[in-house]
Each structure stands twice: as C-alpha cells, then as structure tokens.
C-alpha cells in the first residue's frame, strides 16, 4: 500500500469523510442479499476484485489511469504517474480536486478528487445528452414536452443538491435505438470530463519536469521565476497536458471522438458552477479563457460540423445553467460576443 493511499484512508476517517466509491462492493453485497442478480452486478465485482483498488478508490479513475498506461512509451512518465494515489472523496472544503504538496516516506503522491464535482459533472452531462434529443426529435416523432420536462428535472437538480429527482423513467419511455444513443454519449462525454479533470493534475506533477514538458511541447513553469507568472503557466500546462492526452486516449475515432471532447468543455462548465470564488482574485487564469483555449485546441482535432454543432449545443446547455447557477447575479455563459 502506497503511503498516500493509507494517508487517504486515515484522513477520511478521522475527518468523517464518505468516500463513496468504496460503497461499490458493500452496495453489491446488499443487492445480492436481496436477491438482486444481474449480469452488470457480476462485471463490477470482477472488476473491483481483480484491480484491488490499485491506483484509487474510483474503478472508474482505476482504469482510467490504466488506460493511459498502457498506450504511453515514455517511462519517465509512468515512474510519477505509478507513484500516484487517487482518492475520491465528499469535500466538505472548496477544492474540486487537487495534488497534495505532502511529501511522504515512500515518495507517493496524492491526488483528491471531491465526489461533488464528480456528480455536478454528471448532470451537466445528462442535460448536454438531452439536448443532443432535441435534434432527433422531429425525424423520430419524440414528443417535445418529453424533453422539455427531462431539462426540466436536470436543471432542478444541479439547483438542488440534496433532492436529486433523476429523469431514468423518462430515459426508459425513449424508443429503444434513442435510448441507446443517450446512453453512449453519456458514458464517453462523461468519461471525458473525469478523465480531463483527473489529467489536469496528473498534468501539474509531469509539467515540473522540464524534459517530459519538452515532450509534451510546452515551457515548464520552473523556467520563470516571476511568480505570478509561474502559477499562470502551471493551470496552463497543466491543461494543455491533459488535452493531450486525452487526444491520445480518445482522439482518431470518427463516431465516438467529439462526445469525449465534449466532456472536457462539459467539465469547465461544471467547474464554472461548483466554483465559489469565480469572481474573486486568483492565481488561476480565469476559467473562461481556459474554456476558449481548450477548444480552440479541440477544434482542430474535429471536422467544422462537429465543432460548430458542439458548440451550438453547448450554448444551449449553457443558457439553461445560466438561469440556475449562483454566479454572483452575473452570466458566465456569454459566448456570443
Ligand atoms: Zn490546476
């Protein structure tokens, strides 16, 4: 066990943290008590037995990691990113996810990710996925009021954290093949905005070592010594990091590469809203630029079409959440200028 992993688990439990993901196994125990069997039940479990929660708490995050791992040549890489502990946890503390600064004996390092975000993320992505129905809704007769109600709870519950509504019974009135649809945007644009946020910080341990910067093309932050300029540099970096590598995991399928693209502007806007200091001063550049840069350099990976009709959905997403989010009485979502 990496000395990060058992800070982790110590620290939960002192603080009285959940950590829900760990609720998986326990959650598949209680639903086989009851009787419940279900081939999807059988695949979690193997999962979560044979990874051992290696590299997080999170299978999720687990095969993440994995994912890029394996497909990466550069060992320098897998030396830091081995040495890593993700931890995902309820935040009671304003931080959406982070790299401790904590040295530990074994040179383990730790990385938390807070689970409300992990959800925010969730229903922005549900409400994006709804959206994308809007445009089939005509040559598939769906009733638009079946729709607009599905808008309707999504938006009701990033409002209210506590009381999640949940639109799965309407989901299951959509015909089959739409249903289908749904489903497989959701899963690769929410698996994209998890996996930007997660390579975010993966991005700012490998950006302060100048020769895997070089790889990646960019100028490490050690290099300046101005320090504001330095904490700009590093949010840049570390962006540019984990686009990249996410174009390595996910980029070059036609069918499939725009819905994870979409899930790095869909984690923005998360961040948009679970962000309580957005209008504040910080050492971080502010998240609207962040947005423009991320896609100007998703931009040129898609097809105009593609880009054009993300974007397109994207601002009607982004006008629903106007309307809800507590941005200080100003819209962040103002892209048409
Ligand atoms: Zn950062």
Redesign the pocket.
């Known amino acids: 066990m990496k000395e990060a992993e058992h800070y982790f688990y110590q620290k939960a439990y002192c603080e009285g943290k959940n950590e829900r993901e760990k609720w998986i196994p326990e959650l598949i125990e209680d639903m086989r008590k009851e009787g419940i069997e279900h081939k999807v039940l059988d695949d979690l479990q193997k999962k979560a037995s044979s990874y051992g929660y290696k590299r997080s708490n999170s299978i999720f995050f687990h095969e993440l990691i994995e994912h890029y791992l394996k497909i990466e040549r550069k060992s320098e890489i897998h030396v830091i990113i081995d040495s890593m502990w993700f931890g995902l946890w309820d935040s009671t503390e304003k931080k959406n996810?982070?790299?401790y600064n904590q040295v530990f004996f074994d040179d383990s390092i730790l990385v938390q990710f807070s689970t409300e975000l992990e959800i925010l993320m969730r229903k922005v992505t549900e409400i994006f996925c709804t959206v994308d129905l809007y445009e089939l809704m005509l040559d598939n007769c769906l009733p638009e009021n079946l729709i607009n109600q599905m808008v309707e709870i999504e938006i009701h519950d990033i409002e209210n954290e506590e009381e999640e509504r949940g639109v799965i019974e309407y989901l299951f009135q959509l015909p089959e093949e739409i249903y289908r649809f749904y489903n497989m945007i959701f899963s690769n644009a929410f698996k994209g905005a998890c996996a930007f946020v997660l390579f975010?910080?993966v991005?700012?341990k490998l950006e302060v070592n100048s020769e895997i910067a070089k790889y990646f093309g960019i100028e490490s932050s050690t290099q300046t010594t101005d320090s504001h300029r330095k904490d700009m540099m590093?949010?840049w970096n570390?962006?540019n990091i984990s686009i990249q590598i996410l174009i390595k995991m996910f980029g070059g399928n036609d069918a499939t590469d725009w819905m994870f693209y979409s899930g790095i502007l869909i984690a923005f806007m998360a961040l948009a809203i679970n962000s309580h200091s957005l209008f504040e001063d910080t050492n971080?550049p502010a998240l609207k630029n962040r947005y423009r840069e991320a896609k100007n350099v998703i931009d040129k990976q898609l097809s105009k079409f593609d880009s054009e009709s993300i974007e397109y959905r994207l601002n009607i997403v982004g006008d629903k959440l106007n309307k809800v989010a507590k941005w200080g009485g100003k819209k962040w979502w103002v892209m048409k200028e």
């Open positions: 996810a982070a790299v975010h910080e991005g700012h590093k949010e570390a962006d971080h």
